[in-house]
């Protein structure tokens, strides 16, 4: 059974920075796609960023330069490094991993794990 536990959320003012963690379990995490999506109050989740098995990564446009996704795969753990963070990037962060027959499509990986998310605040 596949378990993702994101920790690392909070409340930063305008400009900062915040790392996220994502340890993941219960299935060949070195050999999968994973992913970070977020979701605000309100609106659609949406995709964060991805990286792929052999480290190749991908981002949403309004990320690009300032997110960072890394993953460690002898701790089976994915990152999401945030910098230059802004009132809009407050919401709740997903981690995902790539499951077959997975629901959701972003950047060329299909996603059906999710953890239960951590929430980051961005104050001006």
């Known amino acids: 059974q596949v378990q993702l536990v994101e920790s690392g959320g909070g409340s930063v003012q305008a400009g900062g920075s915040l790392r996220l963690s994502c340890a993941a379990s219960?299935?060949?995490?070195?050999?999968?796609?994973m992913g970070w999506f977020r979701q605000a109050p309100g609106k659609e989740r949406e995709g964060v960023a991805i990286?792929?098995?052999?480290?190749?990564?991908g981002y949403a446009d309004s990320m690009k330069g300032r997110f960072t996704i890394s993953r460690d795969n002898a701790k089976n753990t994915l990152y999401l490094q945030m910098n230059s963070l802004k009132p809009e990037d407050t919401a709740m962060y997903y981690c995902?991993?790539?499951?077959?027959?997975?629901?959701?499509?972003?950047?060329?990986?299909?996603?059906?794990?999710w953890g239960q998310g951590t929430q980051v605040t961005v104050s001006s």
């Open positions: 219960g299935y060949a995490y070195s050999s999968s796609c």
């Open positions: 990286i792929d098995s052999d480290g190749s990564t």
């Open positions: 995902a991993a790539e499951e077959l027959g997975g629901l959701v499509w972003y950047l060329g990986c299909r996603f059906g794990s």
